[in-house]
Nanobody
């Protein structure tokens, strides 16, 4: 049974920061990949950032590169998304997702089996 629970969303002014958390209840999580996706109103879900739970390789969408940082705390089975220099266009529901390990981090939402419930991030101008 895989469960993901996100938290940390909210309302922030442009230029501000938020840190999202995703607590994962996954057996042997070190063998998984984890990703953060986002979905703005009326738009398709898109990849934001991802990493191998085991190791340090990360991957970012061009739209967030240099502003967002994905990280994990293995002791807490938690993955984070630190979001800095937020823009109104970052407004979306943010989802944590995970799937068994593969060498190349997937960026397509269809490649992730397990999803959290999402957390709303709203950036005001």
């Amino acid at each position: 049974q895989v469960q993901l629970v996100e938290s940390g969303g909210g309302l922030v002014q442009a230029g501000g920061s938020l840190r999202l958390s995703c607590v994962a209840s996954v057996h042997n999580i070190s063998t998984y990949v984890v990703g953060w996706f986002r979905q703005a109103a009326g738009k398709e879900r898109e990849f934001a950032a991802g990493m191998h739970w085991r190791g340090t390789s990360t991957r970012y969408a061009d739209s967030v590169k240099g502003r967002f940082t994905i990280s994990r705390d293995t002791a807490k089975n938690t993955v984070y998304l630190q979001m800095n220099s937020l823009k109104p266009e970052d407004t979306a529901v943010y989802y944590c997702a995970t799937d068994p390990y593969r060498l190349v981090l997937p960026t397509n939402s269809a490649e992730y089996q397990y999803w959290g419930q999402g957390t709303q991030v709203t950036v005001s101008s």
